[in-house]
């Protein structure tokens, strides 16, 4: 079963990777480019096969490791 | 509009910060995790109105500066 943990940081926490990306875009010449923000896509194939468990499982880890949530909050999907 | 442009390292090259995922969830007690990938998630909002044009855009902009097309492959989405 594989899940993927999308990690972003929260509304409101500055985004200095997401600010120099939206920058550069604008030196390349793209307009009309508003706020760029930049997360993170981990993709974990876990041996489980309950669809259930698989979540819970990779919300522990979110909690656990994956995600710093004073600054972020993740998600988690089971493809 | 907002594009979302998913960046993930091509199959077969070396995933460090995934290894690293893997191996500090097996010291957290996870078990049954099998290969992990880290990709970046980039949400672009775009001042573009039109669906097909901003998938255009963002696509021309994965090309030319979000993901190194040499190792890295990338998926847009519109939402």
């Known amino acids: 079963m594989k899940a993927v943990v999308t ?9 200095p990777q997401g600010k120099a990306i939206g920058h550069a875009l604008g030196v390349l010449g793209f ?7 930049v997360g993170k896509r981990i993709e974990l194939d876990l041996a489980e096969t309950d669809p259930e468990a ?11 490791l994956l995600a710093n949530l004073v ?3 993740f998600q988690v999907e089971i493809v």
């Open 31 to 37: 307009t009309g480019v508003g706020e760029v923000r």
């Open 71 to 73: 600054i972020e909050s």
């Open 7 to 15: 990690v972003m940081l929260k509304e409101g926490v500055l985004d």
């Open 54 to 64: 698989a979540r819970k499982s990779a919300e522990d880890m979110g909690r656990s």
